[in-house]
């Protein structure tokens, strides 16, 4: 499985868009990026995932490079109860059990 | 749905004592897992199951053992509890690409 580097820490202003870089210049063809996060040591909650192309849900934006070497995780509004670690994770999609490797993720911490 | 339930949330052990953590979940998933997470690290994956009655070992399995005698549950257990096993556990069911995590039971050994 591919390696991924992301920031320690991030601030973010309450109201204002979170965007949190992650870096997979190893990642395979068939890999996806996912994203987690984990509130306050609660278990980790899925957020999004993508192989290539652009991907929006509810939560968030995933943008990931021409080259796939890396992506941005976009909040658009973020409140302070997006405080968390968030986890960047490379990793194939198949219909096996997957262990999913989490890094030491970055601290987000949104302000008022 | 309850989603993945834990039971119990704490718990203090001594040194060579045994357990038991239960995690169920209601959502019919074929897989299970269970992670560790000490503190200021990511999970790292002890055991997980990819049906009823099948186990498999993750990247930290010494000092455990699981079975999932039924659909809905995955059982950790402990035989003689140790220091180092002081830790966050946190059970996992999936589907697709998804994991789903529990609230997490946070077990001390002395």
């Known amino acids: 499985d591919a390696k991924t580097t992301q920031p320690t820490s991030m601030d973010c202003a309450e109201g204002r868009a979170a965007n949190l870089p992650c870096n997979h210049s190893?990642?395979?063809?068939?890999?996806?990026v996912y994203w987690y996060r984990q509130i306050h040591s609660q278990g980790p909650q899925y957020i999004i995932h993508?192989?290539?192309n652009n991907e929006t849900n509810e939560m968030a934006s995933l943008i990931i490079t021409e080259d796939r070497k890396s992506s941005t995780l976009i909040l658009p509004h973020a409140t302070l109860r997006d405080t968390a670690v968030y986890y960047c994770i490379v990793d194939v999609s198949s219909g096996s059990a997957r262990q999913l490797t989490f890094g030491s993720g970055t601290q987000l911490t949104v302000l008022p | 749905n309850a989603g993945v339930t834990q039971t119990p949330k704490f718990r203090v052990l001594k040194t060579g004592q045994s357990m038991t953590l239960l995690c169920a979940q209601d959502m019919n998933h074929e897989y299970m897992y269970w992670y560790r997470q000490d503190p200021g690290m990511g999970l790292r994956l002890i055991h997980y199951s990819v049906g009823e009655g099948t186990t498999a070992k993750g990247e930290v399995p010494d000092g455990y053992n699981v079975s999932r005698l039924k659909k809905q549950n995955f059982l950790l257990g402990l035989e003689s509890a140790a220091p180092s096993q002081t830790s966050v556990y946190f059970c996992a069911s999936s589907y697709e690409q998804r994991q789903y995590f529990g609230p997490g039971t946070r077990l001390t050994v002395t």
């Open positions: 993508g192989l290539k």
């Open positions: 190893t990642i395979s063809g068939n890999e996806y």
